[in-house]
């Protein structure tokens, strides 16, 4: 099952009428099961399980022929890092006017304070709108800095759900040709055709700052990008209009690392290790880099009689690429085109489920579940397929976590979500939830997150069930609680609701004993977390909390990527063969939501001593049991009668 649906699944299972601790939730047997590997057909169909499928509120009528109305900004759109503490306080506000709490609030900013456009438009036209708004045109309603830099950002977040990047920049050149061409067009007044380079420089540089490294794995708009800087370079008029925006284009280039000439070999790239691979301590304590589809990555592939081959593949290969990979490795090229017609890659999970994956599907290394492993196999092999043992080995008895204080491991948590949480680009939640054109090949740092989340859970219930004094998991379930108080007061929201959910797994709710002898300050606690968790009118609690939050901030990302979903299938993005401009607002605020909770760095201050180091590396390659059977199994040798 993909991590997403597992985690929230879980959340849907034990968190919605679920009685507080103690109370008897009813384990419910064995049949909550370890989660299918299935694929992903629709987002949606995972986003949105029972306990999320509250109506959000109200954000006014979609799809009904209205369109989106700007409201005049108050400046001009900046970077997230230039705003003062004042600004980004909740009741300032980021990307151009709109308090903290608007942008937090699942509500939608109002729109009657915001111009309207004129009419809908075409994809097409939708582009030469924006460089009259930006070019100061005449004809547009409001002219240049009138909800332009908004509408600019909003397009450029958004682009890929109704024009593909490269044919966006493919109009974008042909504008500056236009612009360039001698004598100007009749209609066009004195001045125009520098405004209009200025409109497309001005578009070319944003887009620059949004994309930066996910550029570097678009080969084909690299290549339309590339023209365009060399055809600005040598257009002699900019020199002295503008140079300050061609400083910053030659900077911009140099950073996403787009080359202009074809002379110099591209750099050799280094294997990176998924946070689930580590088998080094000085691997796990690396600072967290984000994941590019052409990264190379090692990955071990199992045969039937568990027996490995380990292969150097990028992240991005298909299965049809292991696949050969894994017959180079096994030595069978005399016989190769046979062998590969008779493999095929199975996802295997801990609890046995099987999962055949389809030869074209790409970057399947990062859609693994916790405990699953790649097996290559003959069709006739796969039903003798079993999980590896060590998987289902269990070894009770103190572990790192009844040594180590609750605050260390939130601390370090914090710190190592946030270095997840920032190597996700926020184009990843678009692609994510609209299955945007550069698809899975660019959605692994949110993918990695997404694991991580549900490995979290697992942590928790695997601790506590691997326990066997029932005082030392009684203390073991106050120290949880104390991290989630430790996790919220860090405002990392996603480790907070990590751990709550954890707790309320129903192999661990059930442990009415256990949970009888916690302290009653810390079961009215734990029923405060329990109802700031709670779904109910959209997540209101937690939007509420969020809220009053000052970056940084890790927020609950599947709540994000349902508030998408949501976006996504509330209304189309083409009505007519026009774009919903209303929409790709509504989209790109939800965007920039994120930037706010990243828009300040984390400062935590954590002790460099080997204690600390030996903390850090624990928290960083968890060892969990994500097998739903096998923890109600060792839940029921704990307490075998609680109810």
Not at 117 to 135: I, N
Not at 287 to 294: D, I, L, N, Q
Not at 457 to 471: D, I, K, N, R, Y
Request: net charge negative.
């Amino acid at each position: 099952m993909k991590p997403l649906e597992k985690f929230l699944k879980k959340q849907g299972s034990h968190l919605a009428g679920r009685p507080g601790p103690g109370a008897g939730g009813g384990g419910g047997g064995g049949g909550g099961g370890g989660g299918q590997l299935t694929r992903r057909p629709s987002v949606s169909k995972i986003l949105l399980p029972g306990f999320l499928k509250d109506e959000p509120p109200e954000t006014g009528p979609e799809g009904d022929g209205r369109w989106l109305e700007l409201r005049p900004p108050e400046g001009a759109l900046r970077s997230p890092t230039s705003f003062s503490s004042e600004e980004l306080s909740p009741a300032g506000g980021v990307g151009g006017g709109g308090g903290g709490e608007s942008q937090l609030s699942p509500e939608a900013v109002p729109t009657c304070c915001w111009a309207p456009l004129a009419e809908p438009e075409s994809p097409e036209r939708l582009l030469e709108r924006l460089l009259e708004r930006l070019a100061g045109e005449p004809t547009a309603p409001h002219g240049h800095g009138c909800g332009a830099d908004l509408l600019l950002d909003d397009i450029v977040l958004t682009h890929s759900l109704f024009l593909p990047t490269e044919q966006f920049l493919h109009q974008l050149h042909q504008h500056f040709m236009t612009a360039s061409t001698i004598p100007s067009p009749p209609c066009w007044k004195d001045g125009e055709a520098m405004h209009r380079k200025r409109a497309v420089l001005v578009i070319l540089l944003h887009f620059l700052e949004t994309y930066k490294g996910i550029l570097q794995e678009e080969e084909k708009a690299g290549k339309v990008i590339k023209d365009l800087y060399l055809l600005i370079m040598k257009d002699s008029s900019l020199d002295h209009k503008l140079e300050d925006e061609i400083l910053k284009l030659h900077q911009l280039v140099e950073t996403v690392e787009l080359k202009v000439t074809d002379e110099s070999q591209p750099p050799s790239k280094q294997v990176k290790p998924l946070f689930r691979h580590f088998r080094r301590i000085d691997s796990c304590l690396q600072t967290r880099v984000a994941f590019r589809g052409s990264d190379e990555i090692f990955c071990r592939v199992y045969m039937p009689d568990h027996s490995y081959v380990t292969i150097r593949s990028r992240l991005s290969a298909s299965v049809q690429d292991i696949l050969g990979s894994v017959t180079e490795k096994l030595q069978y090229s005399d016989e190769q085109p046979t062998r590969e017609e008779g493999l095929i890659l199975v996802a295997v999970a801990s609890s046995g489920e099987k999962s055949v994956l389809q030869p074209n599907e790409e970057c399947v290394f990062t859609t693994l579940g916790i405990n699953s492993h790649l097996f290559a196999c003959t069709k006739e092999a796969f039903p003798s397929l079993v999980p590896l043992p060590d998987e289902i080995q269990v070894s009770p008895g103190d572990t790192e976590i009844h040594r180590v204080e609750a605050e260390d491991v939130a601390n370090h948590l914090m710190a190592f979500h946030w270095e997840l949480f920032r190597c996700v680009h926020e184009l990843e939640f678009v692609d994510y939830v609209f299955h945007g054109e550069r698809g899975r090949r660019e959605t692994a740092n949110l993918e990695l997150l997404l694991q991580r989340c549900s490995e979290v859970q697992h942590w928790v219930a695997t601790e506590v069930l691997l326990c066997e004094s029932l005082g030392k998991r009684a203390h073991l379930l106050k120290k949880f609680i104390k991290i989630a108080a430790v996790c919220k007061q860090n405002q990392d929201m996603l480790t907070f609701y990590a751990v709550v959910i954890g707790l309320n797994n129903a192999p661990v709710s059930r442990l009415r004993l256990t949970w009888e002898k916690l302290p009653g300050k810390f079961k009215n606690l734990f029923r405060k977390f329990e109802n700031l968790t709670d779904p109910c009118r959209n997540h209101k609690s937690y939007r509420e909390v969020l809220s009053r939050m000052k970056p940084p901030i890790i927020p609950f990302v599947p709540l994000i990527l349902k508030d998408l979903t949501f976006l996504h299938e509330a209304s189309k993005t083409l009505v007519d063969g026009l774009v919903n401009i209303e929409k790709l607002h509504s989209v790109a605020e939800k965007v920039r939501t994120i930037r706010k909770c990243r828009s300040r760095p984390l400062c935590l201050e954590m002790e460099a001593s080997p204690q600390q180091l030996q903390t850090k590396a624990y928290v960083r390659q968890f060892q969990v049991i994500d097998n739903q059977n096998l923890l109600f199994e060792l839940s029921h040798k704990l307490e075998s009668n609680s109810q």
